[in-house]
């Protein structure tokens, strides 16, 4: 269970991944994030307590807008935010200069915990959702799992590769 101050969500599922921190039309260059999908049930809390909590556009007729939180990835403070990957190999922490994989990542199911930060500008004021812990179910497809016992080549072993007649061929 997480500190008070914390919200754990789990089997969620998040969108607009960057973390990466690319330039977009919605994000400035550097600025790592992502939107989690919320459970309905911690909805009407969140609002009340005032975290940013927006809601999607609906595309289709038929279709309910679902509210999300923006959460921000930052590093650099003295607890950055702990990300990993989870496989039929096993567990996998990310450290920053690889988190960026996350955007391209099919991902099964996300467990998180964001924590709060409370800003007061100007006189408006909210709460700014920070990742603290993710853990990511990561979709495998079926040769991945398949080959998931055979043990993977050092890259460097590889020493020259060229293609002859549509066909690779490496030198050791």
Sequence with gaps: MPEDNTILMEGVRITFRNLAGRETKFNAEGKRNFC???PE????DLQKDGWNVKFTKVR?????PEAYL????KYGR???PKVVLIT???????????VHLVDMVD??????IVRPYKWDVSGNSGITAYLKTMFIKVNEDYLELKYAEIEEADHRDII???VIEDRLAIER
């Design 88 to 98: 039929s190999r096993g567990r996998t922490e990310l450290p920053e200069q690889f």
């Design 36 to 38: 989690v999908i919320l």
């Design 107 to 112: 991902i099964k199911e996300v467990d998180l």
């Design 60 to 64: 289709e007729e038929g279709d309910e």
């Design 70 to 73: 923006k959460v921000n990835v």
């Design 78 to 80: 003295s607890r950055p």
């Design 41 to 44: 049930e911690i909805v009407d």
């Design 160 to 162: 020259e590769a060229e």
